[in-house]
């Protein structure tokens, strides 16, 4: 009985740690690998290094996106892949309040040069 005791509280952190730290993981992962496996021609995608496009060839183990105004193409990995761009998601509020800034922001010239 004594081993039990000794043993319950490193049981019930061992408990808590798992439920907290690995599930919430676990689900995650499930999510993202999901997500990749449904990733086609036309979705939107931002890479791990910031970089947005949209997917226009999907290769064994790598995406060709397209990114910017010029069209420019770029080859990722799909471990590169951070998360696919919801559909229009558009940051409208931002926008507004960089306007409504815009008014309070006074600009200087600098002319030292």
């Given amino acids: 009985m004594d081993v039990l005791r ?3 509280p490193l049981l019930l952190m061992t408990a808590v740690l798992y439920l907290i730290l690995i599930v919430p993981q676990n689900k995650k992962k499930k999510e993202f690998d999901s997500m990749m496996a449904s990733l086609k021609v036309n979705d939107e995608v931002v890479t791990r290094g910031g970089i947005v496009g949209t997917i226009v060839a999907v290769h064994e183990d790598a995406f060709i996106i397209q990114t910017g105004p010029d069209k420019t193409t770029v ?3 799909k471990a590169a892949i951070y998360e696919k761009v919801k559909d229009n998601t558009v940051k409208e509020p931002v926008k507004e309040a960089q306007e409504e800034n815009k008014e309070d922001v006074k600009v200087e ?3 030292e040069f």
């Fill in 109 to 111: 010239e600098n002319k």
């Fill in 6 to 8: 000794q043993l319950l």
């Fill in 75 to 77: 080859k990722v990995v």
